[in-house]
């Protein structure tokens, strides 16, 4: 029989971060054509939350442009240039000014000809900490009758690479929408010690009824860490109408919080000592058969974590 080499890796261990037990803000925010309108909307939601006491706050998928293909390259943004992006600007002002750090959701970013589905990471003092780039784009196969058609990848590039951020509140991997329902992504983030992953997102009515809140259960229980979801709210004008129900599960798949599809600022308690509980009970990373199974990634040895 013929052997395939491959690098097996151990997991990394979980660090203990600065703050072990705090509140999530997650930002339901309603989006409209007027991206002036999106950005000064983002920032009160932003407020609210860090008013009621989060000091780590989730925005949804492209909350600051229609989920629309046509219109991301108008409301596209460069990373690389924070003072002449009004959206990324906002995120920085305002991190800086609460003291908060904010996974931003998502943008259309325009660099170098390219336009990407991407997460901007601002960290308490308003620096740019990370950015993910959506890695699964969200082409639909047939339609089933009465769905909404979508094809992202008609003017958005993939992203090619995982990410996981260091912050005060645990190490934390990203994921935009689709990217949940690849459970090697989550796997990847869980085996080089992820406390939380989050994801953005803007699931759609038939997609999020039936799929929504099972894809984020399960990430979390396969992995034993936080899962958080943020959504577009509901626009019963648009053509793509949202799902909603933004949600944060903890590591044995029980909701911590949830809403409907309103605009809203959800607050959610988080505790990561739920996570050391939940692996000891249930000790499935030294129960796990590497004699008979491996799941390789690719890309760790590179990203040294
Ligand atoms: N934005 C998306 O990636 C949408 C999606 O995944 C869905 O099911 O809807």
Request: proline fraction near 5%; charge should be negative.
């Amino acid at each position: 029989m013929a052997t395939v080499a491959v690098q097996s890796f151990v997991s990394a261990p979980l660090q203990i971060p600065n703050v072990t037990q705090f509140k999530i803000g997650i930002c339901q925010l309603i989006v409209t054509t007027e991206k002036s309108a999106n950005i000064f909307n983002a920032r009160s939601l932003i407020q609210t939350a860090a008013e009621q006491g989060a000091t780590l706050i989730l925005l949804p998928e492209m909350w600051n442009c229609p989920y629309s293909t046509d219109l991301f390259a108008k409301f596209a943004e460069e990373f690389s240039d924070i003072d002449s992006a009004p959206s990324l600007l906002m995120l920085s002002e305002v991190a800086s000014s609460l003291g908060v750090t904010i996974i931003g959701g998502s943008i259309p970013e325009k660099d170098a000809g390219q336009l990407y589905n991407s997460c901007p990471v601002f960290g308490p003092n308003g620096e740019l900490k990370a950015k993910h780039r959506k890695i699964h784009l969200f082409d639909m196969g047939k339609p089933l009758p009465g769905e909404v058609q979508f094809k992202e990848s008609v003017n958005i590039s993939a992203g090619e690479k995982p990410t996981v951020v260091d912050t005060d509140f645990g190490r934390i991997g990203i994921g935009i929408c689709h990217d949940i329902r690849f459970p090697e992504l989550a796997m990847s983030y869980s085996a080089r010690g992820a406390h939380l992953i989050c994801y953005p997102g803007a699931f759609n009515m038939s997609t999020g009824a039936t799929l929504w809140e099972l894809e984020q259960r399960t990430r979390a229980v396969d992995n034993q860490l936080y899962v958080a979801s943020c959504s577009l709210s509901r626009d019963s004008a648009s053509s793509y109408m949202i799902w909603g129900h933004s949600t944060v599960v903890g590591p044995m798949g029980k909701i911590i919080a949830t809403t409907g599809h309103e605009e809203a600022a959800l607050i959610a308690e988080i505790d990561y000592a739920a996570i050391q509980w939940t692996r000891e009970s249930l000790p499935l990373e030294s129960q796990k058969r590497n004699d008979i199974y491996q799941f390789v990634d690719l890309l760790r040895e590179s990203l040294n974590s």
